[in-house]
């Protein structure tokens, strides 16, 4: 089992940008997929972003495609969410997640990280 921590959140402008991160310990990182979900008020949690073990292989939901972009490093254990050209539809909190499948880019694993507040204003 991985141990993840979100960071990276804030409050934007819409129009701006953020990059958030993620940071896994206690398994080896390579050996999973990885994703971002996040979740609105009022609103299910939903997927938006995945990446397979080796970074060679990403997923995103028609919402963000185009405007996020998912990385990975495993050389340091991260995995971030570069988010462009934000709107009021993107506030949430975002999530990282991890599963066993090395290449499942759309993680349906149990662990979560914490996560971290994205919220955009007008």
């Known amino acids: 089992q991985v141990q993840l921590v979100e960071s990276g959140g804030g409050l934007v402008q819409a129009g701006g940008s953020l990059r958030l991160s993620c940071t896994a310990s206690?398994?080896?990182?390579?050996?999973?997929?990885m994703g971002w979900f996040r979740q609105a008020p009022g609103k299910e949690r939903e997927f938006v972003a995945g990446i397979n073990w080796s970074g060679r292989t990403t997923a995103y939901a028609d919402s963000v495609k185009g405007r996020f972009t998912i990385s990975r490093d495993n050389a340091k254990n991260m995995v971030y969410l570069q988010m462009n050209s934000l709107q009021s539809e993107d506030t949430a909190v975002y999530y990282c997640r991890a599963d066993r499948n090395p290449n499942n880019v759309r993680p349906v694993g149990d662990t979560w990280g914490q996560g971290t507040q994205v919220t955009v204003s007008s």
């Open positions: 206690g398994r080896t990182f390579s050996n999973y997929a």
